[in-house]
């Protein structure tokens, strides 16, 4: 019914920067909070960041200041611009919409994408 379809990881030098994108397909009239997770392995999934519908942001202690989150609710899309990355930032990240409600207004539930791969190289 909905789905997360995430771009923009690779490959990067520490000390570079990368964009993610996630878009939002389906019957949608409105996802109340959209974000990023990550996970390395051998170790647990984390918020990475998060931002509402009006625009409040929170971020992981590890990535203030270097990471920003936007959004563009017509498009149903979410950002990740990640700069200053360092090797421990390596990991799968996964985006996420929260609180999604169709087009009749009907809450249909929370929504993963599949996740995508970001590797910082020393």
């Known amino acids: 019914q909905v789905q997360l379809v995430e771009s923009g990881g690779g490959v990067v030098q520490a000390g570079g920067s990368l964009r993610l994108s996630c878009a939002a397909s389906?019957?949608?009239?409105?996802?109340?909070?959209m974000g990023w997770y990550r996970q390395a392995p051998v170790k647990q999934r984390e918020l990475v960041a998060g931002i509402s519908s009006t625009g409040s942001t929170n971020y992981a202690d590890s990535t203030k200041g270097r990471f920003a989150i936007s959004r563009d609710n017509a498009k149903n899309t979410v950002y990740l611009q990640m700069n200053s990355l360092k090797p421990e930032d390596t990991a799968v990240y996964y985006c996420?919409?929260?609180?999604?409600?169709?087009?009749?207004?009907?809450?249909?539930?929370?929504?993963w994408g599949q996740g995508t791969q970001v590797t910082i190289s020393s």
């Open positions: 389906g019957s949608i009239f409105s996802i109340n909070t």
């Open positions: 996420n919409a929260a609180g999604v409600y169709d087009i009749l207004r009907r809450t249909i539930g929370d929504y």
